[in-house]
Nanobody, 129 residues
């Protein structure tokens, strides 16, 4: 049974940093890709970043590019999201999700929630101005 557990959320002032971590059990990164999504109240989940098996081709939403960094640790079976220069509009519930598929599937679908099979329960990020 696949389980994803997020941690690291919290409240931070604008300009600050947070590091989110997604711990996976029952899932190995070599079989697909992992994404971070966020959801604002009343909105659909949006893709923030994703990383494929091997970690060579991370993908980012334009709104977080150059501020967020996604990484994976195969030994720990975790995928982290380092978030720097946080803005109030980054405040949301953040979810990690995992999918199975090769590079082409990942390249096309990394930011589509419907393509992911496994989801964590989320961690709240609040950024105060």
């Amino acid at each position: 049974q696949v389980q994803l557990v997020e941690s690291g959320g919290g409240t931070v002032q604008a300009g600050g940093s947070l590091r989110l971590s997604c711990a996976a059990s029952g899932y190995t990164f070599s079989g697909g890709y992992v994404g971070w999504f966020r959801q604002f109240p009343g909105k659909e989940r949006e893709g923030v970043a994703a990383i494929n098996a091997g970690g060579a081709s991370p993908r980012y939403a334009d709104s977080v590019k150059d501020r967020f960094t996604i990484s994976q640790d195969n030994a720990k079976n975790t995928v982290d999201l380092q978030m720097n220069s946080l803005k109030p509009e980054d405040g949301a519930m953040y979810y990690c999700a995992a999918a199975r598929g090769g590079y082409l599937t990942y390249f096309v679908n990394w930011n589509r929630p419907g393509q992911y099979t496994y989801w964590g329960q989320g961690t709240q990020v609040t950024v105060s101005s």
